[in-house]
């Protein structure tokens, strides 16, 4: 697809600087874009590139000066706006739809157990399981291979990708991500040592309760409590390769990235940012 570039500033309410008639057909990065393409400037350590981008236009911030571009041999056509980085994802959006997902309905290969509750607008992919007493909403797109535990709750308009295991028991809110290779409510690592000083493994009896809007990046392994649960709270996001222990609580809007690891039952705030290979 292509857009003319006063269409563009139109979709995300910016004010051009330049040829409102030029045509765009590619979101790139500055350091790559070429003719025909629209980049933004929202972190000043990229300001080198302005001088040499042969981007056709330009998202910047409505207060940045003119006076940045004065140096360049050739005009750019700037669009101006409130934030550079939410617009050009807007049109990153615009220019690469999602795919079309799962259609409604379930798979012919999918094993669903007889109790199970599936809203009728739900999407089950192949070879998923569903099992006994498991409830999925409204909305909910469970993607191939995937296997919901007995008594499991996906809520409505959440996403399940491939090969993701939500064991017995465990809860998952509304429009929560699982990208693939998830495990949610495995045995947390829990044992006893005996006298002779091997081990004796102790139950793990709770559950793992995801609240609404949280995103799981891949390959992501959530232990059940040992009682009670372990809770992942509202708009939290998980990079991948993350793996949190049993009774663990993370606050609201919390976000950590890849590699880092939680232990059993800590306790972390809202609004926490956790670097990569936290320990």
Same mark, same amino acid.
Do not use: W
């Given at each position: 697809m292509?857009?003319?570039l006063?269409?563009?500033?139109?979709f995300? !309410? +910016?004010?051009?600087? $330049?040829?409102?008639? =030029?045509?765009?057909?590619?979101v790139?990065k500055? #350091?790559?874009?070429g003719? *025909?393409d629209i980049t933004?400037?929202?972190?000043?350590?990229?300001?080198k590139?302005?001088?040499t981008?042969?981007?056709?236009a330009l998202?910047?911030t409505r207060e940045?000066?003119l006076?940045e571009?004065?140096?360049?041999?050739?005009?750019?056509?700037?669009?101006?706006v409130?934030?550079?980085?939410?617009s050009?994802?807007l049109?990153?959006?615009?220019f690469?739809p999602p795919?079309?997902?799962?259609?409604?309905?379930?798979?012919?290969?999918?094993?669903?157990?007889?109790?199970a509750?599936?809203a009728?607008d739900?999407a089950?992919?192949?070879?998923?399981?569903?099992?006994e007493?498991?409830t999925i909403?409204?909305?909910?797109s469970?993607h191939?291979?995937?296997?919901?535990? !007995? +008594?499991?709750?996906i $809520?409505e308009h959440s =996403?399940l990708?491939?090969?993701?295991?939500?064991? #017995?028991?465990?809860?998952i *809110?509304?429009?929560?991500i699982?990208?693939?290779?998830c495990?949610?409510?495995s045995d947390?690592f829990?044992?006893a040592?005996?006298?002779?000083?091997?081990?004796?493994?102790i139950?793990?009896?709770?559950i793992?309760?995801?609240d609404d809007d949280v995103?799981?990046g891949?390959?992501?392994?959530?232990?059940r409590?040992t009682i009670g649960?372990?809770?992942?709270g509202r708009?939290?996001?998980l990079?991948?390769?993350?793996?949190?222990?049993?009774?663990?609580?993370?606050g609201?809007?919390?976000?950590?990235?890849?590699?880092s690891?939680?232990s059993?039952?800590v306790?972390l705030?809202?609004?926490?940012?956790?670097g990569?290979?936290?320990g």
């Amino acid at each position: 697809m292509t857009m003319k570039l006063s269409d563009i500033a139109k979709f995300v !309410d +910016g004010e051009i600087v $330049g040829n409102g008639d =030029v045509e765009i057909g590619r979101v790139a990065k500055i #350091e790559e874009a070429g003719p *025909g393409d629209i980049t933004f400037l929202a972190n000043l350590k990229y300001r080198k590139h302005v001088r040499t981008t042969t981007a056709s236009a330009l998202l910047v911030t409505r207060e940045v000066s003119l006076d940045e571009f004065a140096a360049r041999p050739g005009p750019l056509n700037l669009v101006r706006v409130a934030d550079p980085y939410r617009s050009f994802l807007l049109l990153a959006d615009k220019f690469n739809p999602p795919s079309a997902g799962l259609k409604m309905g379930i798979h012919a290969s999918a094993v669903i157990a007889p109790s199970a509750r599936i809203a009728p607008d739900a999407a089950i992919g192949a070879f998923v399981s569903v099992g006994e007493g498991c409830t999925i909403g409204p909305g909910v797109s469970i993607h191939d291979g995937t296997i919901v535990g !007995d +008594g499991a709750a996906i $809520g409505e308009h959440s =996403v399940l990708y491939p090969n993701v295991v939500v064991r #017995e028991g465990c809860r998952i *809110g509304k429009r929560v991500i699982v990208h693939p290779g998830c495990v949610i409510g495995s045995d947390g690592f829990g044992f006893a040592r005996r006298p002779d000083g091997s081990y004796e493994k102790i139950p793990q009896r709770g559950i793992v309760v995801i609240d609404d809007d949280v995103e799981i990046g891949a390959n992501c392994a959530i232990d059940r409590a040992t009682i009670g649960e372990t809770r992942i709270g509202r708009g939290v996001k998980l990079d991948n390769l993350i793996q949190i222990g049993h009774n663990v609580v993370i606050g609201e809007h919390t976000a950590i990235a890849a590699q880092s690891g939680v232990s059993g039952s800590v306790k972390l705030g809202k609004n926490c940012a956790l670097g990569g290979q936290v320990g």
